[in-house]
């Protein structure tokens, strides 16, 4: 089955400091791969996405490029702010057949950033 | 814009109490999705619909039931509640298939439920 892996947080940064979080993936088709940020006391919001292998998906300065050979889509950013504080996950897409699609999300990573 | 709005946002139980989970979108959606969030294992899907009469069982179906009798509302029953249910409540929904190319889902703020 279908299964995503992220790296375990929680991860704590200074303000300015660059940022990745990784995700790895497992996926019998060809799936798309989404990252989903949760700010406190509130759902999840989509932040990126990327559909086929060599596309990166960006948004608000986080960025994650689909890499089919490393089964990765790692997220990054360059310099993050204290307002980025929030539980990030990867997500994964794939077709089950008759149109049904099947979302299956990672543990979530949780990043602090301070001041 | 209200968005996807869940009642409540909190709610304690004892063992084999019942209760429903209320969720309401105005965005016209088709699909609608109720998940749990735990420590450590990310959203993991209960039950979903594809449109207003229609049900369907996601990961973990079981000690839930769900009813989608209008458009616009999927409710999230609990018939006997156990200590394992215990956990954050995210109902979604989005116009297309969630996972689906050009489409994202849209969530609501969360019920936290404690089961004791």
């Known amino acids: 089955g279908n299964s995503v892996t992220q790296m375990e947080g929680p991860v704590t940064l200074s303000e300015e400091a660059f940022l990745t979080i990784n995700c790895t993936y497992t996926a019998t088709g060809y799936p798309s791969l989404f990252w989903y940020v949760q700010y406190p006391g509130e759902g999840l919001q989509l932040l990126l996405k990327?559909?086929?292998?060599?596309d990166k998906g960006s948004n608000k300065g986080f960025e994650a490029t689909y890499r089919k050979e490393t089964t990765s889509f790692h997220l990054e950013k360059g310099s993050v702010q204290v307002s980025d504080s929030a539980v990030y996950f990867c997500?994964?897409?794939?077709?089950?057949?008759?149109?049904?699609?099947?979302?299956?999300f990672g543990k979530g990573t949780k990043l602090s950033v301070i001041p | 814009n209200a968005g996807v709005t869940q009642t409540p946002k909190f709610r304690v139980l004892k063992t084999g109490q019942s209760m429903t989970l209320l969720c309401a979108q105005d965005m016209n959606h088709e699909y609608m999705y109720w998940y749990r969030q735990d420590p450590g294992m990310g959203l993991r899907l209960i039950h979903y619909s594809v449109g207003e009469g229609t049900t369907a069982k996601g990961e973990v179906p079981d000690g839930y039931n769900v009813s989608r009798l209008k458009k616009q509302n999927f409710l999230l029953g609990l018939e006997s509640a156990a200590p394992s249910q215990t956990s954050v409540y995210f109902c979604a929904s989005s116009y297309e298939m969630g996972g689906s190319t050009n489409e994202k889902l849209f969530f609501g703020s969360g019920t936290q439920l404690s089961v004791l």
């Open positions: 997500a994964l897409s794939d077709l089950r057949g008759a149109g049904s699609y099947q979302l299956t």
């Open positions: 990327a559909t086929k292998a060599d």
